[in-house]
Structure formats: C-alpha cells, structure tokens
C-alpha cells in the first residue's frame, strides 16, 4: 500500500478522499468565466496554504515550508513547529473549514467554472466535508493514539530525508520540534479516552520507533562538537521521557481496561464515510457480494493455472479428484503455491533483492511501452521509518512533496525484526517470495504509485498540483497500482510465467478479501477468528501475512476496499475508451494522458478524458 501515499493528517486520519457528485455538477461550465477562474484560482491557493499552516507536519510533507500569517503579518518557519492538537485549536480548526465551504458556494459557485476547475473546486469540498465528518462523528482524535504518535514520527523524521534547506537548518527544524513534543503530548492527554486497546498496544510500538528516531537516527545526522549537539542535549531528554511516559500512561490507562468505545466504526459511520472515500455509488452491501463472488471465480482461476504446474512438481500426486470442489482448490493450489514459496530471499536480504527488481521492470516498461518514464529518476529504496511499521509491515510508498518534485521519493521496505523468531519470519518470506516481491515492486513503485505521482508532480499550475497531490482519491490511487500490475501480466512480464501469473491471481484474492474483511470488520461483527479462516484457508494467505492483515483491518476503515472498488473502475474506463478508440488505441498514450489528471476520482477523469475520445 500507499502510505497513503501523503502524510495523514491527525485530524482525518485516513479520510483524505471524496464525496459523490454527479456528473452534471461535475462537469461546471464549458464557457470559460475568466472572473471566475481567477478568483477560484486565489481562494483555492490561499485555502490550502492556510490549511496546511494548520498542520506543520503535513506542510513539511507537501514541501510547504514558509507561511504568511494573514493575521500577524508575519511569516511562519513551519518545519520548526510541532502540530498544535489542544482542544481549542481543534474547535478553531472545524470553524476554519466550516467558513471556507460557505465562502466556496457563494464566492465561486461550481456552475461558473471550467471542467478543470470544477473538478478541483469539488475535490475541496469533499475534503472539507470529510473534515467536518471527522470532527464531528468519528474523532479518531480523541480515541486512537496511533494518532499523535505518527504527527510526531512525520514531524522529525520529513526534514531528515528531503533536501529543501542545509543540513544544518533542517536539523535545527528537527530539534526545535522535538523540544516541543512534551507539550504537544500533554494536550492530546487531556482529552484521550475510550481506547481500544489494538490501537493503545499499535501506539507503544510506534512509539518506541519515534524514541529509537531521536536516539538513534536523529544523533548520527548530528555533527560532533557543534552547537547543534549541544541543544541535542538539552531537548532529546526530556523528550525522549515525554514519550516513554506516554506509553506507560497508555498501558495503565488503556491497556488492560475495556473500551466502551470499539475499534469497529459500525455500520451508520461506515457507510457515511465509505459513500465519501469512494466516490461512487456502488454500496458496501454490493461491493461485499461482488467481492465474495469474484472470490470463488479468481479460485477456479487458480486451479487451471496449478494443475498442470502441479502434476510437474508432484508427479508421485494424484489429481485429488475424491476430495470435494473447495478441498481440492485449497489442495492442489497450495501445494504448488508452496513450491513457489521455496524462492525467496535470506530475510536479510529483502531489501536487496526489491532493489535488483526495479531494473528489470524500468525495462520491460520501456519494451512494451506501457506508460512514459520521468526524467528525475528520484526514487530511493529505504527501510521503513520504525514509527510507521505498525501500519506498513511490509512496504509502502512515499512521494516526493508536490512543492517540491525534484526531491526524493521513497520506496519504504519494512526489514524482517531481528527479533522475530526464524518460523515467522520465513512464514513471512514465503509470502513475499521471489514473485510475490516482482508484484510488490510493480504495485509501489514502477508504473505503480511512484510513476503515477511523478506523473502528478508534473502537473501545472502549481495550485492544481498541490490541491490533487494533497486530496488524492484513495480509489484512484490503490486502483492503478493494481490495474497496472495486470497490464504488466497480460503484456507478458517475465515472460509469462505461469507462476507469477498464479501468484497474481493469489494477489488479486488477497484484494477481494481487503473489501470482505473491512465491510464484515466493521460493521457485520466478524472475529479475528472468521478474518483468519478467510485469509488462510480462502485467500491462501501465510499466518504471518495474515495477522498483520487483520491487525491493519481493525486499524483503517475504508481503506481496505479501495483497491477493488479502483481496480474496477480502471478497467471499465479503459474498455470504454478502447473501445471508441477502435485502432488508433495507443496504450502508452492512454496512460500518460489520465495519469497527467492526476489522482481525481476514477468518474472524474473519465468524463474529461472521455470527449476527445469519442471524436475518434
């Protein structure tokens, strides 16, 4: 997954997509209204800046670094702030975008406006709407400590990796915020309650990784006998306590007691937020049914590929015709599956292997012409920053701030613990054996979400690169990933193996059983016990995968479906515009030209994109 792919705001926490609007109000005005557009224009500009002032972490990640206060006059350093998270700032907060949605509907009205504008005055008002949403139902802020815990993990960790000042200026940004992290800890206690205690013990481990960022990673950046290690020591300490002091304060307040409140949203908030992540009609009730359904098709998928492959690999085997359907399913495909399996790499080794995959593919992209490369060449394979391993067990992807393209991006590889114990962590590297890992590598990086992001940072005016990197559509976003991992394996990516094309197939069940698990999890009341079986004994997935699957699922809601809700839609715009194309369907410029819409609604860049299509 995306980390998602931008830094989350405390305040959503993983809400940052769009509500349903048709598409007649989508589309605005055909006429272009130069008074309108000019003054969108400003009010948009200014609406972001003010609200990314809001969060200096998340300003920090969009390459935002100085503020005007319109207020003061005076001009904010935002990467030497820490967030602000006391219960005044937050009613502050909801007043602020409650007044920026009124002056949006009666100082630009969307009717006025270009297609292109229309769409991004919609992509604010969703937003602020799903603001709103989390101030006032869901406050994940008041009960889900993960919150916090990730503002200041982002917060210390974005000026480390990115190249907008001098070392020793960003450095001075990062203790300046750690010197503050007492004060911002002791607002969020004031009010944390009601904690569910997968989200207390998912706090302590990421919160041990912001202690290892500042006793580790931050001290080893600093230059001996400078001013700056001086003032090192004066703040790490007391912040450095401020945090282990968190986390025992959340183990005896939270740890052990029950919560009245549940990790579940249920099913009013559930379909409330869904209708809004999604931005289409489709209803979880419908999802989950074509969810299941495509389950037991994407099975007898698997079969066909693995009976031939497993009558090579166990020629002493019988074709297991005595067991029932489901029986022989499981069997037979696990076993070749587990053959498979055998090929993977040392659990040291992770990260060199994903490395070795990424020339391979930039080649084959290059071959068949699936989708044009950029020029910046900036993605760079890293560990996972500790304090974000509680949600990417695995991998995620980090872009470049949309400010800032030519900075680095990151492709983050969470490496085996040293402390795992040998059969989980090969229970582990079996999961993401040698194919497995190729799919990976496809999905986060190339042409996945580090293509379609630099792609993104292409995009001008600069306001209109910034409001759709800031706002991007989860659906959008998790479908690509996956559409395009497919167009690699019908375009015939290592040279169609049919063991990759059967891992592909245990990917797309692990996609279908995302949406089953979210839906059921959070508003049907399934057990860990349930969630399990479904992974394990329907989706083919290892123990290890799986428990860290289910922990994520009770973690997020919503997020989980996006890549099938995604997948779906791509497909269905890109048989619709091959099919008015006809022959002069060009794959590679296809592409290019959704991708430079950048990550609008799925509906949204169909309806801009569609028009000159159907000239053809």
């Not at 006429?31 to 003010?50: C, G, H, I, T, Y």
């Not at 702030?81 to 005044?88: F, G, N, P, T, V």
């Not at 907008?164 to 206690?189: E, G």
């Not at 085997?317 to 005595?322: K, P």
């Amino acid at each position: 997954m995306p980390r998602p792919v931008l830094i989350i705001s405390w305040a959503v926490l993983c809400t940052l997509m769009f509500c349903s609007h048709s598409p007649a109000q989508q589309a605005g005005s055909s006429v272009p209204n130069s008074d309108a557009a000019k003054k969108f224009a400003e009010l948009s500009d200014q609406f972001m800046r003010d609200s990314l002032a809001l969060s200096p972490s998340n300003a920090s990640a969009a390459g935002y670094h100085n503020h005007l206060d319109q207020k003061t006059g005076k001009t904010v350093e935002l990467d030497a702030q820490l967030d602000d998270m006391s219960l005044k700032f937050i009613d502050g907060e909801r007043n602020f975008y409650q007044r920026w949605r009124e002056r949006f509907h009666h100082e630009t009205p969307v009717a006025d406006l270009t297609p292109e504008d229309a769409a991004d005055w919609h992509l604010i008002d969703d937003q602020i709407g799903l603001k709103l949403l989390e101030f006032d139902e869901i406050q994940n802020y008041r009960h889900n400590p993960t919150v916090v815990v990730e503002v200041i993990g982002n917060a210390l960790f974005l000026p480390l990796t990115q190249n907008y000042a001098p070392p020793d200026v960003r450095l001075s940004h990062v203790l300046s915020r750690m010197r503050q992290i007492p004060r911002l800890l002791d607002q969020v206690k004031q009010y944390l309650s009601d904690v569910d205690p997968v989200f207390t013990q998912t706090a302590i481990e990421e919160n041990d990784g912001n202690i290892d960022l500042i006793q580790n990673t931050v001290v080893q950046q600093i230059p001996a006998n400078s001013k700056l290690k001086l003032e090192y020591g004066q703040v790490a300490p007391p912040a450095v306590a401020a945090l282990k002091q968190f986390s025992e304060w959340l183990k005896s307040n939270f740890s052990e007691q029950p919560a009245n409140r549940s990790w579940r949203l249920g099913k009013e908030l559930y379909d409330q937020k869904f209708k809004l992540v999604m931005e289409t009609s489709v209803t979880p009730e419908q999802v989950l049914a074509d969810a299941e359904q495509g389950l037991q098709s994407v099975r007898a998928e698997m079969l066909h590929l693995a009976l031939p492959m497993h009558k090579q690999m166990y020629p002493d085997h019988s074709d297991h015709s005595e067991l029932n359907s489901h029986d022989r399913e499981n069997l037979i495909i696990n076993e070749v599956l587990h053959k498979i399996s055998d090929e993977h790499p040392r659990r040291d080794q992770l990260q060199a292997a994903i490395e070795a995959d990424v020339e391979g593919i930039k080649q084959f992209i290059r071959e068949k012409k699936i989708v044009s490369l950029n020029t910046r060449d900036n993605l760079k394979v890293i560990p996972t920053p500790m304090f974000m391993r509680g949600i990417y067990s695995v991998a995620g992807f980090n872009s470049a701030p949309p400010l800032e393209p030519q900075a680095e991006a990151e492709y983050w590889v969470t490496p085996i613990d040293p402390t795992m114990p040998d059969d989980k962590a090969e229970s582990k590297l079996r999961e993401y054996n040698n194919y497995t890992l190729q799919w990976l590598t496809i999905h986060e990086a190339l042409p996945g979400h580090y293509i379609q992001f630099e792609h993104l940072n292409n995009i001008r005016p600069e306001r209109r690169r910034l409001l759709r990197s800031l706002y991007a559509n989860g659906a959008y976003v998790e479908g690509w990933a996956e559409y395009i991992a497919q167009v690699m394996m019908e375009e015939g990516y290592l040279g169609n193996d049919p063991r990759f094309r059967l891992v592909m197939r245990k990917i797309r069940l692990r996609l279908l059983a995302n949406a089953i698990l979210d839906v059921k999890m959070q508003t049907m009341g399934m057990t860990d016990q349930q969630a399990m079986d479904l992974m394990t004994k329907d989706a083919f997935q290892t123990e290890a995968e799986a428990e860290g699957k289910l922990t994520r699922a009770k973690l997020s809601s919503t997020q989980l479906p996006t890549y099938y809700v995604g997948l779906r839609e791509w497909l269905a715009f890109r048989k619709k515009y091959q099919d008015a194309m006809g022959r002069n369907f060009d794959m590679q410029k296809f592409h290019d030209r959704v991708l430079d819409e950048g990550p609008l609604p799925v509906p949204i860049v169909e309806q801009l994109v569609m028009p000159a299509a159907a000239k053809h």
